[in-house]
């Protein structure tokens, strides 16, 4: 169907792309960008999580005084370079309010200044922690689900592989909001929608110069989860976008995953652009989105 025209109009009000600033600029940027209204819950905390070189930022929404609420373990998007547990204030309160369920929102540590695996290591380190310490905080781990968008949905399909892979068991559901999920990936959406809606092509390969130390990196199965084998993985719900260029690998993955003989639900949204969950504000689809997600997770979990 044609661009959606809540669409046109953000696309239009957008700043232009300079990537000629200074890496810390085009954070203050982003985080601008998307940083949402925080909705009313019972209670927001923020935690440092240790990890094995490093202590990291979380924060814990919780959205109702009822004990023993399952957990979703949030990964925030933005190429692996952008991106904090602030700029995702919005999005993160508001699944919790609409689920019921509590969400933890984890801040790894953003390239260039840390390189794959760094993001990989914290995000892992951070789910291990959080299913051991989540009965302090009173929170039932043993109903735990990990969802992220664009590099957070390549986050939240690598820990659940190793999860799989390391035996452990953690991972109940995953979600993933147009994930990157091959970063050799040069499917048709990529060159037919990779300028002039939002997340362009030329921006991929910056984030991959960005994230990886060598190309060799991005063939790892824990850069490319769809390089991965896929048997033996927790069931999953992918949203895509139609005029997403990460819209094919996603998509491409969720068929894999099913014919691995796992359980995966996908779901297009007509019209929509890479990121509109997080303009969810502006962008009705965005807010669906949502509460599609919310009430999966409530029904899982």
Do not use: C
């Not at 661009?3 to 009000?13: C, D, F, G, I, R």
């Not at 019921?100 to 390189?115: N, Q, T």
């Not at 986050?155 to 970063?183: C, E, F, H, T």
Request: charged share 20%; net charge negative; glycine share 8%.
């Amino acid at each position: 169907m044609p661009l959606h025209p809540e669409v046109k109009k953000l696309l239009s009000q957008l700043p232009p792309q300079d990537f000629s600033r200074n890496v810390q600029e085009l954070r203050k940027a982003w985080d601008l960008a998307f940083s949402g209204r925080r909705e009313s819950l019972e209670r927001v905390e923020d935690l440092e999580i240790p990890t094995r070189d490093a202590r990291i930022r979380a924060r814990v929404y919780t959205p109702s005084s009822k004990e023993n609420l399952p957990v979703l373990v949030y990964y925030h998007g933005g190429g692996f370079v952008f991106g904090s547990v602030d700029s995702y204030d919005g999005l993160a309160s508001l699944i919790a309010k609409e689920s019921g369920i509590a969400v933890i929102s984890v801040e790894y540590r953003l390239a260039p200044e840390h390189k794959f695996p760094t993001a990989v290591n914290d995000s892992w380190d951070a789910l291990l922690w959080i299913a051991e310490n989540g009965g302090k905080l009173g929170l039932d781990t043993s109903r735990l689900a990990v969802a992220g968008d664009s590099a957070g949905g390549n986050l939240s399909a690598v820990v659940s592989l190793l999860d799989r892979d390391q035996g452990k068991g953690l991972v109940s559901y995953q979600v993933l909001i147009y994930p990157a999920v091959n970063m050799v990936d040069n499917s048709p959406s990529v060159r037919e929608y990779g300028e002039g809606y939002f997340l362009t092509r030329s921006m991929m390969n910056w984030f991959g110069t960005m994230y990886f130390s060598s190309g060799r990196e991005a063939v790892s199965p824990y850069a490319s989860p769809a390089l991965a084998d896929l048997h033996n993985l927790p069931p999953s719900l992918v949203i895509t976008a139609e005029y997403d260029p990460l819209r094919d690998q996603g998509e491409t993955y969720s068929h894999s995953l099913n014919e691995a003989g796992n359980v995966s639900t996908l779901v297009r949204y007509q019209g929509m652009i890479h990121g509109f969950l997080s303009f969810y504000e502006w962008i009705t689809a965005g807010k669906l989105a949502i509460h599609h997600i919310a009430g999966v997770l409530r029904s899982v979990l």
